[in-house]
C-alpha cells in the first residue's frame, strides 16, 4: 500500500511546481466624474493601472473620445512588471458650457487587450465670460392668415463682456430674422432689439428656432418659435379716424396681434380717413393705430388703439 502511493504524491508535486504564466492590465478606478470645469480651464485625474499577473505585460497604444478629454503625460510603449503599477493622467479642458462623457482605451498584451475606462464632467462657463441673452426666449406669433405676415420683437442682452454675433438663422422659412447688419457687436449690459417675421404658406400649426451665433459661450443662443397658418375667412375690419392738420398728405395704417407691437399693412400711403383690412383671421383679436405722414415724408407716432375680435366662424 505505501508503495503503491508514492507514485501519487510525486506526480502530485510535478503538477504543483508547474509554471503558470498569465499577464493581467487592471484600473483603479475604472470611472471618473470630473464634476463642474469651467470652461477655458483644465482639470487633470490619475488611473492607477496595474499588472496583477506574473508576466511582463507591454501597453502598446492608446485612443479616447469624447470632447474635451485627453490623455496627460504617458507615452505608449510602455512596459509592466508582474505586481507593478503606473499612474495613467487624463485631463478634461470643457470648450463650451454642458455636460460631456468620453472614454479612454488602451491595448496590450494582457490576456484581455482591450481596457476601457469612463469619465464625465460639466463645463461651466467663468463667471467674467461674455454670455448672450435672448428674451423673450419663446416667441408665438397667434393665428396668421396664410399669405400675409406678423412680426414680434426679441431683445438680445451681452453680459459680463461685449458679444459679437456673426451670423443667425432660422431652421424654418416660415419665420424670417430681420433687422440685424452683421456683423454687429453688442457692449457688455447693452441691449439690442431683432425683427422676427412669421409668414405661413399653409393652414396648420409652425414651429422652428432662430438661432444666433456668437462668441459668448453659450453660442449659439436659440430662441424657440411657434405660429399658426390660418386660411383667409370673410370677416373684414373696416377703421376710420379723423383727418389730419392741413399739411398732411396721407396715412399709415399698424396692425398687431399683441398690443404695443405692431406691423405696417398698407403697402402705399392712404389718402383717405378710412381702411378696410380683410386678411384677418377667424378667432383672432387684433389692436390697430395709424399714423399721419406729412409734406416732408416726417411720420407721426402712434394714434389711439383701436381694437377688433374677429368672430371664429
Known sequence: MAMRAFPLVALLFCLASAPIWAQDLHCEPCWHSFGKVQVGTSSSYSMQL?????????????????????????????????????????????????????????????????????????????????????????????????????????????????VTISSDQSTSSEFDILGLNLPVTIPAGQILQVTIQFTPNASGTASGKAGFLSNATNSPTVAQLTGTGVAASSHTVDLSWDAGTDNIVGYNVYRGIVQGTYQQINTALDSSTNYTDSTVASGTTYYYVTTEVNAKGEESGYSNVAKAVIPSS
Open 50 to 162: 496595474s499588472n496583477t499577473g506574473n508576466k511582463t505585460l507591454r501597453i502598446t497604444s492608446e485612443s479616447e473620445q469624447g470632447q474635451g478629454f485627453s490623455f496627460g503625460r504617458f507615452q505608449v510603449p510602455v512596459n509592466l512588471k508582474p505586481g507593478a503599477s503606473i499612474e495613467l493622467p487624463i485631463i478634461f479642458t470643457p470648450t463650451a458650457k454642458g455636460y460631456s462623457h468620453g472614454s479612454f482605451e488602451l491595448v496590450s498584451t494582457a490576456k484581455d487587450p482591450q481596457l476601457s475606462m469612463f469619465v464625465t464632467g460639466v463645463g461651466e462657463a467663468n463667471s467674467g465670460d461674455p454670455q448672450l441673452g435672448v428674451s423673450p426666449s419663446t416667441l408665438n406669433f397667434g393665428n396668421v392668415t396664410v399669405g400675409s405676415n406678423a412680426s414680434l420683437q426679441a431683445t438680445l442682452t451681452a453680459s459680463n463682456a461685449a
